[in-house]
């Protein structure tokens, strides 16, 4: 499963860059909003597609297939990694068929039902993404619609790539690796957690007191 990092936040992309653990990041406007300040967000696009080498999402926010198309090209010329992220709505779906026809990849993305992401894959999305933690949020079953879509795709073939979003604790990223996600997004504070055992830790710190009484180096 492809790790993707769900910020703008450029010190954390660096961060999990360095260590080379993920394969690409993913954007929204509110996580922009977040991070911008006065800077120019297409400038920072640019510059997490100089951090990262992997696919990098980047919303519209058009409502009219128009708007979402003028907005997706613009987005398209920053960088060839980029991702012309696209909400799931009747005209998102028509924005992406137009710029999957030009060659532009897309994330089909606020994708809460099995019905949507047939449609994303009909409307030729390189990715969908369903947002797990949002339907926790209101008592549902999130990782169920992973499941479910999982099926659908792999009944019919359909290529798109499932991207696990609204992940927030690492029992999501392990549920959606085995249903089969071909990519999950998460927070870096996810990221991190995903590394931690107690066991570890506890095992470490035992092997370096052992190791401190033979007071010899490697
Ligand atoms: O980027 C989309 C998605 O991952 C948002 O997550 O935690 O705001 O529901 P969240």
Redesign the pocket.
Known sequence: MKIFL?TADLSEIRRAADATLIDGI???P??MAKTAGNRDPKEIYREICDIVDGPVSAEVVGTNKETMLTEGRKLAQIHDNIVVKLPLTEEGLKACRALTDEGTPTNV?LCFSVSQALLAAKAGATFV?P?V??IDDISGEGMQLIHQIRQVYDNYGFETQILA????HPQHVVESMLIGADAG?M?PKVLWMLAKHPLTDQGLEAFLADWATLGAEI
């Open positions: 769900d993913t954007t929204n509110s996580l993305t993404s947002f933690g949002r979003a609204s992940l927030r997004t927070p």
